[in-house]
Every structure is written in structure tokens, then in C-alpha cells.
DNA sequence: ACCATCGGTTCATTATTTGAACCAAACGGG
DNA sequence: CCCGTTTGGTTCAAATAATGAACCGATGGT
């Protein structure tokens, strides 16, 4: 990994929770030398990646990831594409719906979406990123993933993420119980990329106790046809086992 | 300019027209050599601003941008506070408004908002740049800007443009007749930050043909008070002259 | 008045970046 | 069918840029 690399790791320590970050800090919680980092920073900042704002001189993520966000949505529309089938599969399932995706080797929210009416909803934040131990989403994603094994690995409970991943296999979807929050049901399908490699992931996040046996079979079927078509908005290809398991 | 600057620049060459590119294509346009621009490519890709597609292996921006722009406006809600006033000021002239914004030296169209009902109207694309020189926008920024010089310097058509921004420290606003775009009426008005410099601006392009006496009033009025608005949302102070130029 | 911390800078040492030359694989005429 | 040209990608000695301990002035709390 080179300084590059080194640098674009900054960028991750900026979070909802400590959206802005002084140069000591960040080279504390980096590990690299505050000339190191000042430097990195910066360049950082010269690109409009990062701005620099107060009499503290903290830095914070800057305006031109706004510009290079909408540039990659219009050249390939991945989140706007699939927000309307991301909200009819909420209303039709009465619970919170998400999408999340493999961005180097870790499971990013993509988008989500709540069910209009109803009363307990399971509450969701955009920008973060799921455990693959602990979510269903991250058990369909590995599942049918390229090369699975490296994150398989690198769970904390690879137990119970392989016996999950297996369920998934089978059923052709993933599901979890009180694992990453208590009181959340959550069932997920994988999503294809044109390899016919699992590249993502779309859930159901129910509240726990409100699951019956007619909803679960409900949110699966809603999940495997939107799974089916997004991964067709995405120019994906459904491999020959889940096409069986979907369509059957 | 290290190495981080010079990958960051590659991030450039990725446009509307021309989203994907190859590797020698890139090296072309940027000057670098083959070599050095596909380390600089794969260490972008591994963090995921950056992705390779399609047999090609042609490059294309990558999924994690849409996280970053997440995460800057939960932490800067740049674009979504202003958009309900970019809005109700396309309403309320008729016209097509739009907000651009100075990153890293250049002006970047934020985000637009067309009239519901009208005949012609002018078309924006988003994530462009807009030239200091022929935008009214742009006279409207520098006219107010902590460090114009340079920037005024660098523009193709200097004497118009340090017209039109001495028009604008006298009024207020700025304005330009199909210099960008024929038949396009623009009108402009700086936003500031917390220092009282101008970092962004709010515009309405007008199809000049249906441009009156009348109208442009209108236009000036709704662009000044909006405009202290939205300065207002960002935290920004407008400075003496302009509060007495927009609240006489 | 003191100590700790902050953001930022300096500069000799060191490690990384650089790029011409080199693959193998496609592609497009003649 | 072959030859010239392009593609994406790799190699490695030479050149350059990154590194980090020590430093500075300013700020804030005790």
C-alpha cells in the first residue's frame, strides 16, 4: 500500500458520530506521523476532498465528493435505479427495507427505505457499514460471493456466518434473528453482478416480535422478485442455483 | 504536488460524456506515464473510488464515492437545507435556478431546480464546472472573493469579466446576456461563509426572450433574499456592503 | 507561572515513486 | 493469414519524493 493508499485511509476515519477531525487526532488514530498526515491532508484538501473549517482548523470530508457522487450516479445509477423497487418491496412487506453493496472488502448501506404506515420500525442509517457476522445481508452476500473465504475469515463469529451462509445457500436466502439488534428479524437475498458473482445485498429489517410465519413467507417472496429484478436494473445475472431457487 | 494530488487529479478525467476510461487513455490525458498511472488507478480502486468493468478492464468511478457524499451532507447538509429555497426561487421567478459553489479553484454546480410550469425553460447538468468568465455566477463569487486575483487572472475573457464584477460590488448581483448559452439571461448573487467571503453563489438562467423590466426586478428581489437565506442556513455572515445593498 | 496540548514546520535520512523497455493478448486491415 | 498497431499490465535500476524526530509559537487549563 502506498502513500496513496495511506491517505484515501483517512478519509474512512470521518464518521456520522466524529464528523470532524483535529491533525493530532487523525494522526493518533491513524498511526502515521503528524507531519505525515499534515502533508497527506493537505493534498487532501488542495482536491476539495477535505476543507478545513473553524479557528480549531479541523478537517471534515469536503464539497467535491458531492460532485463526484453525482457524476458516478449518472454514469451508473445504481442507488436511484433501485430506490423505487426498494420502496414498493417496503410497502409491501410493511417493514424497513435496505441495499447494501461490497465496497472493498466491506458491506456499505447503499440506500433504504421505510414503510409508510405501521407502528414499530426498525431504523436505519445511511453511509454505514454491516458486519458480515451479524447480518443477513452480509451471510446472502457471502454466500455467492467471488472469493468468500478472506471475509469469512476475518468474522468474529465465523461459526455461526458459516452456518448462515450454508442456510443461504440452500434457501436461496439469508436470515438472522436479535443478531445485530435486538428485537430485528432480518432476512436478505444476494444480488448478482454480471459474473454471476454476489456483489451486494437486499433486506428486510422486521421488527422481531411482529414476525408470523405468512409475513416471513411474504417478506421471502417480495425479497427473491426484487431481488431478481435489481439485480437486472444492474446489468447482473442470476446464477443458474439461485435462478432455480427464485423461479421455481 | 506529492503523488496523492496527482491520483486525486485522475479523478478528474472522469466526465459526464466520457465515464469510463482505459488505462492508456488516461495515461494520454493526464500526462503520467503508463506505469505510474496504473499503480495510482489500482490503489484507487482498492479503496473503491475508483472501479474496473466490462472485458475492457476500462476504469470508472467506483461505489465508495456515494458513501463519502453520504457522510458530508449528514455532517454539512449543503445541498439538502438549500434545495427547498432553490426551489420555492424557481417558483417564484418562473425561471431556472441554480447554486454553484467554489471547490479547489474551480465553481461547481451543486444543485438545480427547474419552475414547475412554463414553457422554455433552461437545462443544467449537474457536476459541471461553470467558467468565472462567462456565468454570472462566477462574477458573483469573485466579486466577493477572499483571494480573487488569481482566479480573475486565469479567466479567458479578463476585462469583461472585471466589469461585470465591479458591476456586482456596486449592485449587488451580477448579471450576463447570452455569453454562456444564447439566449440565456443570467442573474447571480453571492453566498459567504462564516468570514463574510464569498464561497458559492445562487443564480437564475432566464430564457432571455421572455426577460422584462418587471422580471428582472422580480429575479433580483427573490435572488437577495434567498440568497441571505441560504448564507444564513450555511452559516455564513453576509458582509456590511451587502447587507445594505440587499436590505435598503 | 506552569505544563500539556494544539496546529504546523524543518530537514537529514530513507523508502517509494518513476518510466523506458518489455510482455502477451486483441484488433484491424491488406 | 499475417503483420502492424493497439490494448492492459509488469519489471527494475535510477531518481525523487515521503518520512518522522525535533522544533516552534499559540492556546487553554490548573
Known sequence: ???????????????????QLGLSQIARASGLNKATCHR??????SRGLLE?????????LGPAVLRLSALREAAVPTREAAMPLLRRLAEATGETAHLSHIVAGRLQTLAFAYASLGGVKVMME???FLPFDATASGAA?????????????????VEALRDRIAVCRGKGWAE??????????????????????????LAIAAAAPRMTPELHKTIAQELMRA?????????GQLPDAIARLWHP
Chains 1, 2 share one sequence.
Not at 497527506?40 to 484538501?45: A, D, F, S, V
Not at 438472522?176 to 445485498?201: C, M, Q, R, Y
Open 227 to 235: 431481488g431478481a429484478e435489481i439485480t437486472g436494473l444492474w446489468g
Open 52 to 60: 478545513q473549517v473553524g479557528p480549531a482548523r479541523e478537517y471534515r
Open 176 to 201: 438472522t434473528v436479535s443478531t445485530f439488534e435486538k428485537d430485528v428479524h432480518g432476512l436478505a437475498v444476494p444480488l448478482f453482478d454480471a459474473a454471476g458473482h454476489a456483489t451486494g445485498a
Open 126 to 128: 445511511d453511509a454505514d
Open 1 to 19: 500500500m502506498g502513500t496513496v493508499g495511506k491517505a484515501l485511509d483517512l478519509l474512512d476515519l470521518f464518521t456520522r458520530v466524529e464528523p
Open 141 to 157: 452476500v457471502l454466500a455467492f460471493h467471488a472469493d468468500p473465504e478472506p471475509l469469512i475469515a476475518a468474522a468474529r463469529d
Open 40 to 45: 497527506l491532508l493537505t493534498e487532501l484538501e
